[in-house]
């Protein structure tokens, strides 16, 4: 199917009890399941995936939502200028400037089938702009916490996944 390596997925990611929350400092909270964002309009794009592992996905075609249409509903405070981005496993998460994360995906499609839980399913943040570092697609994203400032190194989690890297 795609030229993606799997990994050991996690004992807390359930992709049958999925949901998706969009939190922090919004004026409308989300709590949205696999119908309330397959109901969102879609968008369909092919990119590579290079990892710093040294192995490449090539023309991988994913189908998401865009999370600015997300952030956009969740109705942001004046004050949110970064978001911090959860993975289901709780140990996971990646932090954004808000500008930058409404341009990626919430890709729930990997090459026309449903996203496998083995590839980030049911839902795995892709940046789309260039220059996109691989440890900062999220698999298994349960939640986007915006924020009223940038998260501290602490929050996110580029020293775990190049650790994992290493090992």
Known sequence: MTGLE????????????WTLRVTGAVDRPLDLDRADVAALPAETFEEDFACVEGWTAANLTWRGVRVGTLIDRAGPTS???HALVRAMDG??????????????????ELDGEALPVEHGGPARLVPTESGTDCWEQIKWVAEIELR?????????AK???????DS
Do not use: K, M
């Open 79 to 81: 004050a949110a200028s």
């Open 159 to 165: 020293e775990l996944a190049l650790s994992r890297i």
């Open 148 to 156: 009223e400032s940038e998260p501290s190194d602490g929050d996110t």
């Open 6 to 17: 799997s990994h050991e997925v996690p004992e807390e990611v359930d992709p049958e009890g």
């Open 91 to 108: 140990e996971y998460a990646c932090s954004f400037p808000i500008e930058r994360l409404a341009t990626a995906v919430l890709a729930t």
